[in-house]
């Protein structure tokens, strides 16, 4: 049962009054008359039937003075206008304070407060290390110094060997840092920067090539699975979209001090984001679980179905020359598409299905349906309770590497190769490790969405039968990641980080071109991705003015959001399949973390030890029947991408920039000495601006209707009485006139003492003179005015014109 609110309670209030005003006006006067006798002076009953007659009794009662026959119709009018103006006004006090009530809301302007930390308390703050004050540091191989940094290479020869001794400076100087920190400081002071960007988790690693000799070396383990949150929410040093996917960097803070209602506000924050097209290869894996499923859970029956995948495949294929990303819009989905066509033809090749020439399909040998089983050499492990995703294609045909094994002569007779399948990563992703380090090697990765299985029987596919048939899609996707300022509005209420709200996340709006962004991205001649990935950022529009980055070669590009460098292809997997980079001596996430994280997105499976969380769905039901559902579609598939990333990223790093703090990341790079200088931010006393929420009262003018109709009566009536005095047809002489003719003194003086001298003062002369009335008559000192004869004792005291005057008066009475 919900609680009265104030008006509620005022209103109730305010009919219990009315109720009372009626109640006491009606027991009154009945309590009254109990103790009245029939004999009174004059001017007693003239205060007496004021009162009487006052209440409600004569109406209830029907009384004569409440007669309507007979009346002037004006006096009637005017007495039903009384009534019912009285009874609006009635329930207009009960209506009206119904529509009062309480609001919490922004003030209209802003006030500036101070800024603190904000601890998280969840697993993402207990498990998140004390930030370290290693500087940044990376490596561009053995051959060739870093922008702005050195290499000194030293050479002996022994004999015919020569042997040679590198030491590099890793450490990156403090102007290139200060080149993005500065650029994006200035677009906005909630912008992060590379340099505000940290491996959530770290070691003290050692680098006996540099001149520091140690770094803060990444490491990875998972607090978190926040897929299941399905909301935008702040962690420890970011803000996780787990409904779009995206992280935002933020070292969160909030007021100082609280207010009684909380306050709001918004900051521009720089989102790492994923975006991804997906479209199905129309192609599914139909199997049916073992009979003895509890010691069994290999897939029987494996077989791949076509719905369209195979028997539609239209000519001709996609070009197959690799495509330079640029920053262009990306058409993700036709990128989705050519992958999933070529992945179809060779699937066709592999079966013999058609020649192996994709410019001109001349022959389709396969109809609609058709099932082609799956060799048991496949690689490619199904699984009736868990999703997968990997960036090769065809993983679920047996297919050899070119290293002397011969395809079969009944099956793959084109031998159809691995190296085929991942040539069609290269082509989707267009850029690759031997891409040069530059902001036109934007990182696109490509790969198979397998999707949570689905019975086919009609049963629930939450309920594995042993025997139960099933079937699971496959979608072919393209994922490009993306930096972009994006407004997040803030909700506080003082009492802790768990109350700090993200009310609203949108892209940050700008009035003219002038005002967004200039992104820039390192331009590093004779490297690859594979040695060294470029560093990027919001930069000043006049950064080339700055004298002390001569070294440094800037590519600047003005835009919404700048798609960043990088490359997923079959190389990465030879690399390592940490889940942070293990390349020796570098300590830069901002470069390294949003393609790890892609890998991990595109390469599902279970975790089997990994200090990464189990993405397949496998240990967690709840999770394998949100795939389920997003796997129905190509969007859902899409999803799945996004959120994995997301979620791998969360837990891979943190941002240390935040308002009301001095980051750990932005302050000078650390000496060379000590390897355990772990620091916190420093808080400072930065003021911001934010809106406090206040109360104020507020009215829902329905309720005030019948005040309304009182309101417009009682101005009517003003805008009546005023004319009507102006005239002189109304006044307070006039009302005293007529008060004291209708009273009932007036008339028993007028009738029983009219040769009264002092009319005005009639009162002090006879109103103390006694009457008596009763229902036989009217009688003054024991003589009954309204008796039907006159005695005639009192006929000879009275002359006959005293008589004749008051059988005059008997019978104006009568």
């Known amino acids: 049962m919900s609680a009265?609110?104030?008006?509620?309670?005022?209103?109730?209030?305010?009919?219990?009054?009315f109720v009372l005003q009626l109640f006491l006006p009606l027991a009154l006067p009945a309590i009254l008359i109990a103790f009245i006798a029939d004999e009174y002076p004059v001017i007693t009953w003239n205060v007496l039937g004021r009162y009487l007659h006052s209440s409600l009794w004569p109406s209830i009662l029907s009384t004569s003075t409440a007669a309507v026959i007979g009346v002037q119709r004006r006096v009637t009018v005017t007495g039903w206008i009384q009534t019912i103006g009285l009874g609006i006004i009635s329930v207009a006090s009960i209506?009206?304070?119904?529509?009062?009530?309480?609001?919490?809301?922004?003030?209209?302007?802003?006030?500036?407060?101070?800024?603190?930390?904000?601890?998280?308390?969840?697993?993402?703050?207990s498990g998140t290390p004390p930030r370290t004050s290693a500087p940044f540091t990376r490596t561009c191989g053995l051959e060739q110094a870093c922008p702005g940094a050195s290499l000194n290479k030293t050479c002996h020869k022994q004999g015919l060997l020569e042997n040679c001794t590198v030491i590099y400076e890793s450490r990156i100087p403090e102007s290139l840092l200060g080149l993005?920190?500065?650029?994006?400081?200035?677009f906005s002071p909630s912008v992060s920067s590379i340099g505000d960007m940290q491996y959530r988790t770290y070691i003290n690693g050692t680098d006996g090539y540099s001149v520091l000799g140690w770094y803060a070396k990444p490491f990875y383990r998972s607090l978190q699975v926040l897929i299941l949150d399905e909301k935008v929410e702040p962690v420890e040093g970011l803000i996780v979209d787990m409904k779009h996917g995206g992280i935002g960097f933020r070292n969160h803070t909030g007021p100082v001090r609280s207010s009684h209602y909380g306050s709001t506000w918004n900051e521009d924050i720089l989102f790492v984001e994923p975006e991804t097209q997906c479209v199905s290869l129309n192609l599914t894996l139909d199997f049916e679980l073992p009979l003895d499923r509890e010691t069994n859970i290999t897939a029987k029956n494996l077989a791949l179905t076509d719905h369209g995948?195979?028997?539609?495949?239209?000519?001709p294929g996609p070009s197959l020359k690799a495509p330079v990303n640029g920053q262009g819009e990306f058409d993700l989905r036709e990128r989705a598409l050519n992958a999933a066509w070529l992945n179809n033809f060779l699937t066709l090749v592999y079966f013999n299905a058609t020649d192996p020439n994709p410019s001109a399909i001349s022959r389709l040998?396969?109809?609609p349906h058709q099932r082609f089983d799956i060799p048991k050499t496949a690689n490619i492990s199904i699984g009736y309770r868990n999703i997968q995703s990997t960036i090769e294609f065809g993983q679920y045909l047996d297919l050899t590497r070119k290293q002397g094994n011969g395809?079969?002569?009944?099956?793959?007779?084109?031998?159809?190769?691995?190296?085929?399948?991942?040539?069609?990563?290269?082509?989707?992703?267009?850029?690759?490790?031997?891409?040069?380090?530059?902001?036109?090697?934007?990182?696109?990765?490509?790969?198979?969405?397998?999707?949570?299985?689905?019975?086919?029987?009609?049963?629930?596919?939450?309920?594995?039968?042993?025997?139960?048939?099933?079937?699971?899609?496959?979608?072919?996707?393209?994922?490009?990641?993306?930096?972009?300022?994006?407004?997040?509005s803030f909700q506080y209420n003082g009492t802790g980080f768990e109350n700090l709200r993200i009310t609203s996340v949108r892209p940050k709006e700008y009035k003219d071109t002038a005002d967004l962004p200039v992104w820039g991205v390192e331009k590093i001649p004779d490297q690859t991705l594979a040695v060294v990935q470029p560093m990027w950022g919001v930069v000043k529009p006049d950064w080339a003015d700055t004298s002390d980055l001569s070294p440094v070669n800037i590519s600047t590009i003005s835009g919404n959001s700048l798609y960043l460098p990088g490359y997923i292809d079959q190389n990465i997997v030879f690399d390592g399949m940490s889940p942070v980079p293990i390349s020796g001596?570098?300590?830069?996430?901002?470069?390294?973390?949003?393609?790890?994280?892609?890998?991990?997105?595109?390469?599902?499976?279970?975790?089997?030890?990994?200090?990464?969380?189990?993405?397949?769905?496998?240990?967690?039901?709840?999770?394998?029947?949100?795939?389920?559902?997003?796997?129905?579609?190509?969007?859902?598939?899409?999803?799945?991408?996004?959120?994995?990333?997301?979620?791998?990223?969360?837990?891979?790093?943190?941002?240390?920039?935040?308002?009301?703090?001095?980051?750990?990341?932005?302050?000078?790079?650390?000496?060379?000495s000590g390897m355990d200088d772990s620091i916190t931010s420093i808080e400072t006393t930065v003021e911001v601006p934010v809106t406090l929420y206040e109360r104020k009262v507020r009215y829902h003018l329905a309720y005030a209707v019948p005040a309304f109709v009182v309101l417009a009566a009682t101005l009517a009536l003003t805008i009546a009485l005023t004319v009507l005095m102006l005239m002189g047809r109304t006044g307070m002489t006039r009302m005293k006139?007529?008060?004291?003719?209708?009273?009932?003194?007036?008339?028993?003086?007028?009738?029983?003492?009219?040769?009264?001298?002092?009319?005005?003062?009639?009162?002090?002369?006879?109103?103390?003179?006694?009457?008596?009335?009763?229902?036989?008559?009217?009688?003054?000192?024991?003589?009954?005015?309204?008796?039907?004869?006159?005695?005639?004792?009192d006929r000879e005291k009275e002359d006959g014109g005293e008589v004749t005057e008051v059988l005059s008066h008997r019978e104006s009475l009568k």
Request: aromatic share 8%.
């Open 95 to 125: 209506c009206t304070p119904l529509g009062l009530y309480d609001s919490i809301e922004q003030a209209q302007s802003t006030t500036n407060v101070t800024f603190g930390y904000l601890q998280d308390k969840s697993a993402f703050g």
């Open 180 to 186: 993005f920190g500065d650029g994006a400081t200035e």
């Open 737 to 793: 006139s007529f008060l004291e003719r209708t009273s009932i003194g007036t008339i028993l003086w007028l009738l029983l003492w009219p040769r009264t001298e002092d009319k005005k003062n009639w009162v002090k002369e006879i109103g103390g003179k006694r009457v008596r009335i009763s229902d036989d008559g009217v009688t003054v000192k024991d003589e009954s005015l309204l008796s039907p004869v006159v005695d005639e004792q």
């Open 407 to 488: 395809a079969s002569s009944t099956l793959n007779p084109h031998g159809v190769t691995r190296e085929d399948f991942d040539l069609i990563t290269t082509l989707c992703g267009g850029s690759t490790s031997s891409s040069p380090s530059n902001i036109n090697s934007t990182i696109i990765g490509c790969g198979i969405v397998f999707g949570a299985a689905t019975r086919t029987d009609g049963v629930s596919s939450l309920l594995t039968d042993p025997g139960s048939p099933w079937s699971i899609p496959m979608y072919s996707c393209a994922t490009a990641i993306r930096a972009v300022v994006k407004t997040v």
């Open 585 to 672: 001596g570098q300590n830069l996430p901002g470069v390294e973390f949003y393609k790890q994280a892609l890998y991990r997105a595109l390469s599902i499976n279970q975790a089997a030890g990994q200090p990464y969380a189990d993405y397949s769905g496998w240990t967690s039901f709840s999770l394998y029947a949100k795939w389920q559902k997003l796997s129905t579609s190509a969007s859902g598939a899409a999803s799945i991408i996004n959120l994995v990333w997301t979620d791998f990223a969360a837990n891979a790093v943190v941002g240390t920039k935040g308002q009301g703090l001095n980051a750990a990341a932005t302050r000078k790079s650390a000496s060379a």
């Open 309 to 315: 995948g195979l028997s539609d495949l239209a000519g």
């Open 4 to 17: 009265l609110t104030v008006a509620e309670a005022s209103g109730l209030i305010a009919a219990g009054v």
């Open 365 to 367: 040998d396969v109809v």
